[in-house]
């Protein structure tokens, strides 16, 4: 039988005895054998169509409660929604470096301050931005950090843009080396899945 006091001196407060020493001594049932498979651990939560799954793929997923039937899962970490998802950090320890990921709509509880970020500091809500209206208004996938950004690829490394444009920004330098070619061309005439092959015409 488990027992809380509530004691009172200068300021009520619960405590919880420890109850260790008279409660009465079990021993620990033996773990089970593992189990053959296929194991997987899924959340699934009716609003937006939300599915966190774990471990083993579900690639035909006909559970009664799919909100995508036919929408399968691959194995390892998959997360499915319907609009939004996003993951932010707002670095409160040492220089500030908030930093979000995100796919889907844009971010309503972390909005774009503006290049001074005026207003947010570490561990409020907000992230400075040089073009918040493309922060806070286009769909798709953004990325934005107050600190320094890497990304590296040991082989071919593409940037497309299927129907619009690329644009390249630094304030103080902008700089393309490389140990071999350079080439810069304009082909008014030429479908864009030509260009990406980069065949050398």
Known sequence: MAAIDIQ??????TIDPDLSRTAEQMSQPEPGPVTAGPNRYTIRVPSEGTKLSLGEGDLVDTASRNQRPGVGTDAGIVAQTDNHIHLSTFGVL?????????LGTPAVSVPALGPGGAGGGAG??????VFPEAYDTWNGYSMVTQGGAYQEARFNHLIVSAEGEVRVVGKTLVSLGTPGDVIIGAAPDAPVTELVLNDGD
């Not at 009172?8 to 407060?13: A, C, E």
């Open 124 to 129: 409020e809500a907000g992230v400075a931005c």
């Open 94 to 102: 040492g220089p500030e470096v908030k930093t979000i990921v995100r």
């Open 8 to 13: 009172v001196d200068d300021r009520p407060r």
